[in-house]
Structures are given as C-alpha cells and as structure tokens.
C-alpha cells in the first residue's frame, strides 16, 4: 500500500539563481565538465551562453575562509577567480577581500546543502566581482578530473521549456496503464470461465491471488497513506531503507509473476522436479533466481546515476503492472472514492503543506527528492534522466520523475473498465475511452508544468479526465446503474 504515496509529477523546482560553472583543464585537447553553481541575480549578473563568458585561472583556496586579507599571500588572486571555504564571516566581507586582492570571480565551497545567498542587496553595491557558491566535492573532483591547472567560467542558460524526457515517461505510464488493465482483463475472463466449467472452479480458485477493495478499505487506505507520508517526511532518514527493502522484495515478485504469466505461454521448457511432495518448473526457479539477482543488483548500485535508473524503472513498472492486475475494484462507487480521496490528498500535501512546514515546502516534493538533502531517494517513482541541458539537471534532481501513484491509481479504474468491458461483452469500449482519457490527462500535465515551472500532482488532472470520460461511456450507453453498483453485471457475460 506504501506505493501510492508519492502522487505527484514531479521535476526539480526551478531555482532562478542556479548557473553553470564550466571548468576546462590544461591537456590538449582540453577535458571539459560541469558544475552546478548557487548565485544571487541581484548581485551578479551572468551570460547567458558560454559564448560570451570569460575563462579565469582558478586559485584553489579551500585551506582558507577568507575572512581575512592576512590569510592569503599578497599578489596570489590577481585576475584569478578563487575558491575558499565559507566558514563564519558574510558573503560580502568575502567579497571586499577578495575584490580588494585583485580577484575576478569568488567561489565559496560549501560542504552542505547549496543554499540561496540572501544578504543585503545594497551592501554590494560597490563589490563588482562575481560571487557564487559550490559544492565543496566538485571542487574536489574538478581538480581530480582536470588536473591542478584548470580554467573556469559562469554562465547561467535559460531554462528549456520542455524536456524530451516526458516524452519517455508519457510512453511508459500509458503503456503501463494499458497493459495492466488488458491483464486485469484477462485475468477476469479466466475467472468467468472457470465459474462456468465446474471442473475448473476449484484449480482457478487456488490460483486466485485478487485482493478486492471495498468503499471501507479504500477510506483506510487512504489514511494510511497521509500517516505514512508525514512519518516519511519526519523519520526520513531510518525509513527510508524500510522501503528500499520492501521495494526489492516486492518488485521482485512483481517481476517473477509478470515474466511467469509470459514464460507460460511458452510450449517447451516445461521439465519439472518434485520436492516435499510438490512440482515445479525448473525454468520458473531459474526465473526466479533472475528476479531475485535483478532486485539485488539495483540495491548494491541504486546510486548509480548512470544505468540504475533503467533497472529501477523495469522494476517498478513490474510492480505496476503486477498491482493493477491483483487488486480489483468492484464497482466504479469505489472507483470514485478511492480516486476521489487520493486527488485530496495529492494536492493537499503538494499545494496545502507549504503553509505549514518550517521551510514552506512541500511534503510531497520533499520526500520525494529526499528532504533536508538526503542521498537516498525513495525508489517508488518512474526515473528519467532529463535530456536537455540546463543549470537545474546539475543542482537539482537529473531526472523527471513520475510517482507510481499517478499509474497504479488511475490504473485501476482502467482495470475496472476493462472487467466491466468483459462481463458485459461491450468490445472494450470503456478500457479504451479510458485509457485515452489518461493519456490526455498526461498530456495536460505536461502543459501545465511547462508553463507553471513547479511540480505539480498529477493526479489533479488524472482524476477528472479519467472519471468523467468512464461516466460519461456509461451514461451514453444506458449502463451507468450496472457500471456504480458493479454487482449484476456479470449475468451479461456470454462465453
């Protein structure tokens, strides 16, 4: 149940004062990288392309806190952009030193989170350089990476309205979607042919492994969600590691019983062993040795920003997959109630909490992102790294990220429509409508991000797209009493 806890489509807030520090080394040709830089636009201004920036030699100072002119020899910043610890003084007595010292760029390497520089505007006005905050470790690699002798330069580039990445994460959460609601129906077709052939009940009845949610369920349901999320928000840190472990186990079955449903289909291979008076397939144990070795290669490397997040992503699109197809709702009225109840709680912990919390952030968006700058991120979301290159893929999150509560929530109801669908032998009119429904509803998403530059719940769009177009399927086709009640509509099924 813990998975449809992050609801919201999120992407990192987008920071107006975030830049780029390009730092080139002394080899030839020059190896080139990176970094993400903290500044203050009332201050500094930066170009906006590398075109028209300045390359200054760097001077490492991360032995100092320039909080005095005396700590440094005389003569050692001239012309040079320098970088020094931040320590206890201001950014502007910093700034007087080092500007008086002949510098041209003042970096100030912090260990911690990168914050926002917010002291007097006024006191700045007669310090001309430019002044920025880094990450104490990129400076650290910077010198590691492209030697000793390295030239630096900022510049802040604007912020691309769209990224391609969405792109990916619509294919997958459609798909995903679509797919589990077509099994969920292939599973209910199976069920109704079983009850037809008496032979067939009792085998289809130990192979049953649907957990149907009532109207009570679904209000518990959500309770524990809102409680969860607020003890993730405060306990963070220890939890955390709870839902890595229960994210292996879980997706890793997950991944067994979608790869088994497939591996069944196949005609050869079906050698079995018998231990303790039961048979199995020797291909599913080595089918679930392979799930199993896939769970615990994404925990040892789930840091990996390279790949993992490909392993991450197959995983959890299991899991949808898997969560769709095995909880069954058993009437649109729970549909409507548990789709309902989420929407309320997505925008109240995306847009409500800021209101509340300390730093006036969201709960939602802070656990998700990991808060108070967490290395370990929660695994319940979709994971796409952002293909357009921008100063906030380097500060913030590099990924665009899709909760798994915006595919299994909606999910269901498609799922829904989708048994409605076979019971009623309706040629697939309600899972089709459906599942176009919530592509439109992505799409809206997607718009309203771009223009709106903040995360944004998705299921606030999700919600009503989806429940509207099965409302109105139903109302146009006379059905809308069997289609809320859900009870007598399988006297309609014919074989």
Same mark, same amino acid.
């Given at each position: ?16 004062d ?15 990288k990176?970094?993400?830089i ?13 075109d028209?920036?300045?390359?200054r ?49 003042l ?7 990168l ?40 510049? *802040? ?13 619509f294919?997958?959460a459609?798909?995903?979607v679509?797919?589990?609601g ?16 008496p ?17 009570v ?23 955390v590691y709870?839902i890595? *472990? ?6 890793a ?11 069944g ?9 018998t ?15 392979f799930?199993?070795?896939?769970a ?17 992503? !197959? ?7 898997n ?20 929407l309320?709680?997505?925008v109240?912990?995306?847009? !409500?909490t800021?209101?509340i919390?300390k730093?006036?952030? =969201? !709960? ?10 967490? *290395?370990?991120?929660l ?12 100063? =906030?893929?380097l500060c ?9 509560g915006?595919?299994i ?16 032998s ?9 599942t176009?429904?919530?592509a ?7 718009v309203v ?27 146009r086709?006379?059905?809308?009493k ?7 509509y399988?006297?309609?099924w014919?074989?």
């Amino acid at each position: 149940l813990l998975w449809a806890l992050l609801g919201a489509l999120l992407l990192p807030p987008v920071a107006a004062d975030e830049g780029i520090l390009h730092a080139s080394g002394s080899t030839v040709p020059p190896v080139t990288k990176d970094y993400c830089i903290i500044y203050n636009s009332k201050w500094t201004s930066l170009p906006k392309s590398l075109d028209n920036a300045t390359f200054r030699t760097l001077e490492n100072l991360t032995s100092t806190v320039l909080c005095s002119s005396s700590e440094v020899p005389s003569g050692l910043m001239k012309d040079k952009a320098v970088v020094v610890m931040r320590g206890n003084c201001t950014f502007l007595e910093k700034a007087r030193i080092a500007q008086n010292l002949g510098a041209k760029m003042l970096l100030i390497a912090s260990k911690s989170r990168l914050s926002s520089i917010s002291d007097n505007k006024t006191d700045f006005e007669d310090v001309t350089l430019p002044i920025a905050l880094i990450r104490y470790n990129d400076i650290v690699d910077m010198q590691q990476t492209l030697g000793k002798e390295v030239n630096v330069t900022l510049y *802040s580039p604007p912020l691309p309205q769209f990224d391609y990445s969405m792109v990916v994460i619509f294919l997958i959460a459609v798909s995903t979607v679509a797919l589990g609601g077509y099994w969920s129906g292939v599973a209910e077709l199976e069920n109704l042919k079983a009850i037809a052939s008496p032979g067939e009940r009792e085998t289809r009845r130990k192979k049953e492994e649907n957990v149907t949610f009532t109207p009570v369920t679904v209000i518990f349901f959500v309770a524990i969600c809102c409680v969860m999320l607020v003890l993730l928000y405060f306990f963070y840190k220890w939890l955390v590691y709870v839902i890595i *472990s229960v994210f292996c186990l879980a997706s890793a079955m997950s991944l067994y019983n979608c790869l088994a449903a497939l591996v069944g289909e196949i005609p050869f291979g079906q050698c079995r062993i018998t231990c303790c008076n039961k048979t199995i397939e020797v291909r599913l144990i080595f089918l679930a040795m392979f799930c199993t070795a896939a769970a615990v290669v994404w925990a040892v490397f789930r840091n990996e920003d390279r790949w993992a997040w490909i392993l991450q992503d !197959i995983l959890g699109v299991a899991f949808c997959l898997n969560f769709i197809k095995t909880l069954k709702m058993p009437n649109f009225k729970s549909c409507v109630i548990l789709l309902g109840l989420l929407l309320l709680y997505d925008v109240f912990f995306v847009f !409500i909490t800021p209101f509340i919390t300390k730093n006036g952030a =969201s !709960i939602m968006v802070e656990v998700a992102a990991g808060p108070f700058g967490n *290395s370990e991120k929660l695994p319940v979301v979709i994971r796409v790294p952002r293909l357009e290159h921008s100063a =906030s893929t380097l500060c913030d999150l590099p990924f665009s990220l899709l909760g798994f509560g915006d595919i299994i929530v909606p999910g269901l109801l498609v799922a829904y429509c989708r048994r409605f669908d076979v019971q009623t032998s309706s040629s697939s009119v309600y899972y089709i409508s459906c599942t176009i429904a919530y592509a439109v509803g992505m799409v809206l998403t997607f718009v309203v991000l771009a223009l709106m530059k903040m995360g944004q719940p998705a299921l606030l769009y999700l919600v009503p797209c989806t429940l509207i177009t099965s409302s109105i399927v139903a109302w146009r086709r006379k059905e809308m009493k069997k289609f809320w009640k859900g009870s007598s509509y399988q006297v309609g099924w014919r074989p």
